[in-house]
């Protein structure tokens, strides 16, 4: 008698199938790992991120107003104006840049963190794509904390020019100006000379 050869099972779908879902899982454990590392880029981070860039400025346009604000009160004291009207819209101005000054303090703190979140998140969509073909956890977990690593730095600061001089300065040149142009008529703005 003669028997018909058997015919191997085709398990390849099973296989394939099992292949897939330790793909999933090696893709998902490498999601974890790339979150895990990126979990500090948090609202708390931002904040402090913004705080350390104001508080590198705001204390450096302080200083200098209070510096401006002093030269213009002996500038207006010397010409007598100190208690007249261009004295008066003169620290006026110098109080709206100063006030102008630490609001684009602000802003840049924002947009600059703004650019880090940025960052943050293109590095984080390109190891998530990173992680996705390879399918390699323990690569995406190095790649997570080598970039994560260069991306937690604090802000660049420039050094800060002369904020106040210019106007100080104007002020003073005008109104100089104006006091010496009516000495020759026997009066300036402190009353009859």
Known sequence: MCTAPSIPKDNSAQIALQQQQQREASIKQGQGAIDQNFAQFNPAFY???TSAYENNYNPQVDEQYGLARQKETYNLARNGTLDST????ANDQLVKSYQD???SIASNALQATNT????VANQKSQLYALNESAADPTLAGQ???SEAGALQTTPSYSPMGDLFGSLVNSTNSY???R???MQPYGYGYGGAS
Request: glycine content about 14%.
């Open 101 to 103: 000054q630490r609001r």
């Open 179 to 181: 006091y010496n142009s």
């Open 47 to 49: 904040d402090k991120y």
């Open 116 to 119: 880090l979140k940025g960052n």
């Open 175 to 177: 109104l100089s100006g």
């Open 86 to 89: 261009p004295g008066m819209t």
């Open 143 to 145: 790649q997570a904390v």
